[in-house]
């Protein structure tokens, strides 16, 4: 037998046994081909806030325990004003994360974004985004929907485009201008903000960070739905905690550490979506997180569950103060039901692009409080 004919042979059996694990069956994780990077990312909240004492004083006339503390989800949430949508706030973020990227926008190849609060039944968003912010024609857009983790799968597409050499940059958005019917639970922490990362070949003098790897979750659980024509969401009440959000987190999670052979102590930073202040706290305790390592990327107090955006605006938010060489789990939730986890490391380079564009906390503080009746207007619960 031919010595290279050998060497080939060996090399396919080197190929099966990597990309083939235990029981015959392929290795979960998905790892591009080529190592990819965060360039740029940027956020985007709306100013107005409307409290939740505010949304109980109008449906409960007040929410209070025995002893006259309000016990709600969260403590405010943010909303959009009458000439905001998700296009408005996914440019804004865009622009923002062009800031921190410092590339001509014209070397976007694709524009990607996920939302469940589209404003066009029939048009993608991708193509006005790509207009707004000076991107050229030549791209590739589209819309995606899966509930709160239609952000990550944007994102988890562009990582693959990169990743196989089809294109050199590309960007990713989570926006979503949440529903909530008035006096649902839904109502105190539906809330509305962008958040938009550019991903491009790992560059170690530009890229602030880069994917290591993701691994994907999903299951047919319904748990929260909106159906065609309707207006406001529904939700299966015991279905949304124990067999959706913590199942599917936590089986994300675990599978992604499992298959990279991590445990907690391998990261620095933990963020996971964040339908309400309790929720991502008990996760992070079942998983063996402690709060140390969650706290940087819990917003939802202050802004409230920006779906689509929620556990992309706590990356944000954590790459607004991570140092460098720290590893981030991510790990999202979407209603349906389904999480995308990511293992993250952050590159030196973050440190000279995190001042280019507003941090998070910059955009929680820039607020102004708006009553019920204002609220309601501007989320269009009231129309002429």
């Known amino acids: 037998m ?6 080939v042979e060996s090399f396919e059996h080197f190929c099966i046994a990597y990309w083939w694990g235990h029981g015959g069956m392929p290795n979960k994780i998905m790892v591009p081909n080529r190592k990819v990077g965060i360039e740029g990312w940027g956020a ?17 006339g007040g929410l209070v325990d025995r002893n006259g503390n309000f016990k709600g989800p969260i403590i405010e949430k943010s909303v959009i004003n009458l000439d905001e949508d998700t296009v408005t706030m996914a440019i804004e973020a865009a622009k923002n994360a062009l800031k921190r990227a410092g590339i001509n926008p014209k070397l976007l190849r694709t524009i990607l974004v996920g939302t469940e609060s589209n404003p066009y039944a ?27 983790k239609a952000g990550t799968e944007a994102l988890e597409t562009v990582i693959g485009l990169v990743g196989s050499r089809m294109i050199e940059y590309g960007l990713a958005i989570g926006a979503d201008t949440a529903q909530g019917r008035p006096a649902d639970e839904l109502e105190y922490t539906a809330a509305c903000g962008a958040v938009a990362y550019i991903l491009g070949p790992f560059n170690r003098e530009t890229s602030v960070a880069y994917i290591e790897a993701s691994y994907s979750y999903v299951s047919d659980t319904p748990d929260f739905w909106r159906r065609s024509g309707e207006k406001y969401p529904r939700h299966f ?23 990279l052979g991590y445990t907690p102590n391998d990261f620095d930073y933990a963020v996971f979506h964040q339908p309400n202040y309790k929720f991502p706290l008990v996760v992070a ?20 569950n920006t779906y689509a955006a929620s556990a992309l605006m706590g990356l944000a938010a954590t790459l607004d103060v991570a ?3 720290s590893r981030i789990l991510v790990v999202s939730y979407g209603s349906g039901s389904g999480s995308d986890a990511f293992s993250i490391v952050v590159n030196d380079a973050i440190e000279g692009k995190r001042d280019k564009a507003p941090k998070v906390w910059d955009l929680i503080n820039r607020k102004k409080y708006v009553d019920y009746a204002l609220y309601a207007r501007l989320r269009r619960k009231i129309m002429r």
């Open 2 to 7: 031919c010595a290279c004919v050998s060497v």
């Open 44 to 60: 985007y909240i709306p100013i107005y806030r409307v409290k939740n004492e505010e949304i109980a004083r109008m449906w409960k």
């Open 122 to 148: 029939v048009k993608t968003i991708g193509a006005t985004i790509a207009r707004a912010i000076g991107a050229g024609e030549d791209i590739l857009a589209a819309t995606y929907e899966f509930a709160c």
């Open 237 to 259: 009440y015991r279905f949304t905690g124990e067999p959706a959000y913590f199942k599917h987190i936590i089986n994300a999670a675990k599978g992604l550490m499992e298959e």
């Open 285 to 304: 305790k079942r998983l063996g997180f402690p709060m140390e390592k969650v706290k940087h990327g819990i917003v939802v107090n202050m802004i409230g």
């Open 323 to 325: 140092k460098p060489e």
